[in-house]
């Protein structure tokens, strides 16, 4: 599978090692057009040129068959050539301040020392906030059934087992028969 990266409003090749080949740039600009925030012909997205597709000014990741373009945003224009792990970093960062998401000072410092994709770097941060929960304790609300089985199942009801008995509620037989 063949991933890039590129950030808004870049380019990407195609037809060369570095790029996508013809069919998986068509299959880009498909996937983009089918999108809703594609707008006319897929433009918002990703504008497919003769040599280049041309990303827009939407960030995140397209995928196709057998290809994907991750677009990162212009965090720093002094500085064009950001490594694309740090972007991914501060990507990740704004969105948890616009969602509300708590990310800890070793889990940001580890991503953006990762060179993995948006989804790959989402999908890593859930786990492990998965796998946290999970650590504490998973609930175990059981719902209360009652049922005349043949075989002892849970606990036994005594009181409710043997309604015939009488010295089964109040405690004793001498004291039910007096």
Known sequence: MTHRAVSEWGTVRIGHADGFTAAQGAALCHAARAHPLGGDEGTGIVSHRLSHLKAGQLVGVLGAPGCSLEILPKVDAAAPDEAAAQVRGQLVRMLAVALGIEIGAGEAAAMGH?????IDLLVR??????????RRGLPRAYLAHEDDLPALRGRLDVGASSPSMPCARTGSPAASMH
Do not use: P, V, Y
């Not at 941060?125 to 999970?134: C, G, I, K, Q, S």
């Open 114 to 118: 990762q060179d993995a994709s948006l």
């Open 125 to 134: 941060l859930f786990a492990e906030r998965l796998l946290a929960e999970t």
